[in-house]
């Protein structure tokens, strides 16, 4: 089975820079919760995709989920280049 640790520190990671700057303006917030859902949503997909493990890869959903990814580092550059680089 797929060690799944790492996704566990990224949202931890994600998580305590949040809680750092929570205090920011308005439009800071949104984007920072459009950039929480898009990250959500890819940890999300990823454990479920590696709950299975890799004897069955089906590489449309490892294709999905790269683009999910790419979404979620897109947002979070938005808000912090460091945070973008967990």
């Not at 931890?12 to 949104?30: H, L, S, Y």
């Not at 990250?39 to 999300?44: C, G, N, R, T």
Request: glycine share 2%.
């Amino acid at each position: 089975m797929i060690e799944l640790n790492p996704l566990v520190s990224i949202s931890k990671e994600v998580r305590a820079w949040f809680e750092t700057n929570k205090n920011v303006e308005n439009q800071k917030k949104n984007e920072m919760k459009l950039a929480i859902k898009v990250l959500s949503k890819a940890i999300l997909e990823t454990k479920s995709y590696v709950r299975n493990g890799f004897e069955n890869r089906i590489p449309e959903r490892e294709n999905e989920l790269r683009e999910l990814w790419n979404n979620a580092h897109i947002e979070l550059r938005q808000i912090d280049a460091n945070l973008s680089r967990i």
